[in-house]
């Protein structure tokens, strides 16, 4: 009988803990728990008292190429005083672990752990303590370069893609599809105007959505972690996510998501500028990213 073609496997924790004790410089013992199945798949490594996370890539979704760019932008994020959570290298001190399993080659990545705690986002507080940080990680990433290369966050990604993709599972609701299409092109129009204008590029996190993926402690130091659809793209698409969670989050109360918009604006600004024409953008963004987000629905 042949090997039957696979999609996704998950690696025996068993195997998994046995690598991880041959090759990096921890001490027994070592305890690993499952975490989080997602995008990827999440661990927590615990050594005493020490926490790390370590997260296997899904091999048709990232290449070594891709995650070594990741990898790149934490440790220029780090080495420039930005807290963000780091890869930890192994013993021989590369940071990228290879799995072959049936479905081709899984990577995985030791990062440390981000202290704190996660939380909602609904205070003027944390908005503006948060979009200090979000413009921090922008400034700092203005003049970033790698080597490695990694798709950037632009319209065949966050628009023709999508269409594509969520085409391909609506042909039986073909009527409904041409009303997004048709809804989304008219969108795209009133983007390529502003992109002409003039919109913010570089570095994106790419999922700056507050509810996870930072975290907060009690002093108010903020960590940022997950950069796995991090990438090249406009900075008015990055923060875009921040607007629709506070708009999904506070149940579409109006009046909260401004309040909250402006605190985050206010600090985003003490740390770098951000034009009109790139505020203005935020909102068609907001639809994009939904689009996006369906389709990234079929996918996983």
């Known amino acids: 009988m042949s090997l039957f073609p696979v999609t996704y496997s998950l690696l025996s924790k068993q195997a998994l803990l046995a690598h991880i004790k041959d090759n990096y410089k921890f001490q027994e013992?070592?305890?690993?728990?499952?975490?989080?199945?997602?995008?990827?798949?999440?661990?927590?490594?615990?050594?005493?008292?020490?926490?790390?996370?370590?997260r296997?890539?899904?091999?048709?979704?990232?290449?070594?190429?891709?995650?070594?760019?990741?990898?790149?932008?934490?440790?220029?994020?780090?080495?420039?005083?930005?807290?963000?959570?780091?890869?930890?290298?192994?013993k021989d001190g590369n940071l990228i672990n290879d799995f072959l399993v049936t479905e081709g080659v899984?990577?995985?990545?030791?990062?440390?752990?981000?202290?704190?705690?996660?939380?909602?986002?609904?205070?003027?507080?944390?908005?503006?303590?948060?979009?200090?940080?979000v413009a921090q990680i922008h400034?700092?990433?203005e003049h970033f370069k790698s080597e490695h290369v990694r798709d950037p966050l632009d319209l065949e990604h966050l628009i023709e893609r999508p269409l594509n993709i969520i085409k391909l599972h609506m042909e039986h609701r073909l009527e409904d599809y041409h009303f997004i299409y048709e809804?989304?092109?008219?969108?795209?129009?009133?983007?390529?105007?502003?992109?002409?204008?003039?919109?913010?590029?570089?570095?994106c996190h790419g999922d700056l959505h507050g509810n996870t993926n930072v975290s907060f402690t009690d002093n108010g130091k903020l960590t940022h972690y997950d950069f796995d659809i991090?990438?090249?793209?406009?900075?008015?698409?990055?923060?875009?996510?921040?607007?629709?969670?506070?708009?999904?989050?506070?149940?579409?109360?109006?009046?909260?998501?401004?309040?909250?918009?402006?605190?985050?604006?206010?600090g985003y600004r003490n740390v770098r500028d951000l034009s009109r024409n790139d505020v203005e953008a935020v909102s068609l963004f907001v639809v994009i990213r939904q689009l996006w987000l369906f389709s990234l629905c079929f996918t996983e």
């Open 29 to 54: 013992p070592i305890h690993l728990k499952y975490f989080l199945k997602g995008m990827n798949d999440t661990y927590i490594v615990e050594n005493g008292s020490d926490k790390y996370i370590f």
């Open 56 to 90: 296997v890539y899904r091999a048709d979704r990232r290449n070594r190429s891709e995650i070594a760019f990741e990898l790149d932008v934490l440790n220029y994020l780090h080495e420039n005083d930005v807290n963000v959570s780091i890869p930890i290298a192994q």
């Open 106 to 133: 899984k990577h995985g990545v030791m990062f440390s752990y981000a202290e704190g705690n996660e939380k909602r986002i609904h205070t003027v507080e944390d908005s503006y303590l948060f979009g200090e940080s």
């Open 139 to 141: 400034k700092v990433t």
């Open 183 to 203: 809804l989304i092109l008219g969108l795209k129009e009133q983007l390529v105007s502003k992109i002409e204008q003039g919109l913010d590029w570089g570095i």
């Open 230 to 266: 991090s990438g090249y793209g406009w900075r008015a698409y990055d923060i875009a996510e921040f607007r629709l969670a506070r708009e999904i989050h506070s149940g579409h109360d109006l009046d909260e998501v401004e309040k909250l918009w402006e605190a985050f604006l206010n």
